[in-house]
């Protein structure tokens, strides 16, 4: 059994506070071998796949009955794909683990943002479905310099701040975290501990689509595809020519008759 994670640093995830989450979790080097360590609440075991082979490698000792795993893979020194074949009770499941990709901002997009002047924030903020080492997820980033811990929570992990903590990148106050299979209409918010040690729960501000009043989560949504600029509007666009600005409200231009609720476009 693998000594290498104390007590102290187990007990800092299970109580929400641990705000470097990727020095401990995922594949790392020991002298005794490469080592995986995983925070799955409530799972009774975990074992090791070679996602090529579908081999199983190891299965991971049980350190924490609440559900903290890790284990030395014996002779092995090179880092490798893998996925958790996971226990719950007598249901398994095969899932990716997000601590094992690598970051996916770039050194540019965090000196612009860090900067201020980037001019599409809304390209590297939010969440945004891309694929990592062949593995098709969803990528969320929230600048929040001043955080102490920042976790995304949602539909796929019951809304549990301990299950996903995400990466701080401290030259530019963004925490990243790559997670694969969660699906477009998915429901999501920060959760966040501030500078006061204070726990909030927040809507993403580079959502690309929410919940309806009263509720507040936002929605996993694709950005539109990009129009090509035509001659014509590149023209109309020029700083020298006239605008014409027409706006509405449309909930105050007309109600459904049944319950006075807010029409949709349509």
Request: charged share 25%; hydrophobic share 40%; glycine share 6%.
């Amino acid at each position: 059994m693998t000594q290498l994670v104390t007590q102290s640093v187990i007990d800092a995830f299970f109580d929400g506070i641990n705000s470097d989450p990727f020095s401990v979790l995922g594949m790392h080097e020991t002298d005794l071998g490469v080592e995986i360590r995983t925070l799955l609440p409530d799972a009774n075991r975990v074992a090791v796949i070679e996602r090529e082979s579908g081999k199983t490698v190891v299965e991971l000792d049980r350190l924490d009955e609440r559900g903290f795993f890790a284990a030395v893979i014996p002779n092995c020194r090179q880092f490798f794909a893998y996925q958790l074949q996971v226990f719950w009770g007598n249901e398994a499941q095969i899932i990716e683990d997000p601590y094992r990709f690598h970051p996916m901002i770039d050194d540019l997009e965090q000196w612009l943002l860090a900067e201020g002047s980037i001019l599409r924030p809304y390209e590297v903020l939010g969440a945004h479905f891309m694929e990592c080492d062949g593995v098709s997820g969803v990528n969320f980033r929230l600048w929040a310099p001043n955080a102490r811990r920042v976790s995304i929570v949602g539909d796929f992990n019951y809304w549990d701040g301990r299950r996903h903590p995400m990466r701080f990148h401290s030259k530019s106050g963004i925490w990243e975290l790559f997670l694969p299979k969660v699906c477009l209409g998915q429901l999501y918010k920060f959760e966040l501990i501030d500078c006061f040690g204070n726990l909030r729960l927040k809507a993403d501000p580079y959502a690309f689509s929410s919940q309806l009043r009263p509720d507040t989560a936002s929605q996993v949504s694709a950005l539109p595809n990009v129009v090509e600029m035509t001659e014509a509007r590149k023209k109309a666009n020029q700083g020298n020519q006239p605008i014409s600005i027409y706006e509405v409200h449309l909930g105050s231009w007309r109600r459904n008759l049944e319950n006075n609720f807010w029409l949709d476009y349509d």
